[in-house]
């Protein structure tokens, strides 16, 4: 099992770079080069839904609306009113898919026969067009989102650092996540069930400090989940059973 790193993604601009760390974020890549599995930690998606739970944002339901985040967030003081947070919401949702889209693309990294460099340099451009901090200019067609997410930034910032902060490691920045054998085993069952290789399956997650065992299937061979499901061997079987079968048949 090894660790890489990512380039980080929203409400980054106005952080100061941590020393040996220089403004990036940790995933966990498991396997080898028989079959891969990265998941880890954003603080992009972290930040998104500490803007939705700070300022009680009125978020249409639907299964990729994750639960609330597992510590409460703080209120935030901001001029925005019922009206105000329920069109918010529905802006959330179309900027949370976008978010979490751009999370995967990064786990998964670039495919092999692609320039790393030049996907590095698309997935940072993506990454502005996403999101854009700290101006959010990317944002302004979307005026409610755009002024809460303004609002919610320094507040914000404090507040996934100090949450995402005990589960780095002292060392190497890996942040709690699968059982290696867990995925190992469930690697091999599946290729024996759907009769391919190791080596043509792979998968990742995207991990969220929100409450419950509480997971979805973004895309095939995608997920994102709770940090509880990633943890409680029960859940993340059957997660990790999804991920790399519904990989396998896409």
């Not at 692609?114 to 990317?138: H, K």
């Not at 997920?223 to 999804?242: E, F, W």
């Amino acid at each position: 099992m090894s660790h890489y790193a990512v380039p980080q993604g929203f409400l980054p601009a106005r952080r100061p770079a941590r020393p040996g760390v220089a403004n990036l974020d940790f995933v966990e890549l498991a396997g080898s080069a028989s079959w891969r599995f990265a998941s880890g930690v954003d603080e992009t998606p972290v930040s998104a839904l500490f803007v939705r739970d700070a300022l009680q944002l009125t978020v249409p339901p639907g299964p990729d609306n994750p639960p609330p985040l597992e510590d409460r967030s703080p209120h935030v003081a901001a001029e925005i009113d019922a009206a105000g947070r329920e069109l918010a919401g529905g802006a959330w949702l179309d900027s949370w898919r976008a978010i979490i889209a751009h999370a995967m693309a990064g786990h998964r990294g670039a495919p092999p026969e692609i320039d790393q460099s030049s996907w590095l340099r698309q997935w940072a451009a993506d990454r502005a067009a996403v999101l854009g901090p700290p101006e959010f200019a990317s944002l302004s067609k979307l005026a409610a989102l755009q002024r809460s997410v303004r609002d919610t930034l320094d507040a914000g910032l404090a507040w996934v650092d100090a949450r995402l902060h005990p589960w780095r490691e002292p060392t190497g920045g890996a942040i709690t996540s699968f059982d290696y054998e867990l995925i190992r085993h469930t690697v091999a069952r599946v290729a024996h069930r759907r009769q391919v290789r190791a080596a043509a399956l792979s998968a990742c997650a995207v991990l969220l400090p929100v409450a419950g065992r509480w997971w979805h299937r973004v895309k095939p061979a995608a997920v994102v989940c709770s940090i509880a499901a990633a943890t409680s061997p029960n859940t993340a079987q059957g997660l990790l059973k999804d991920a790399f079968e519904s990989g396998s048949a896409a």
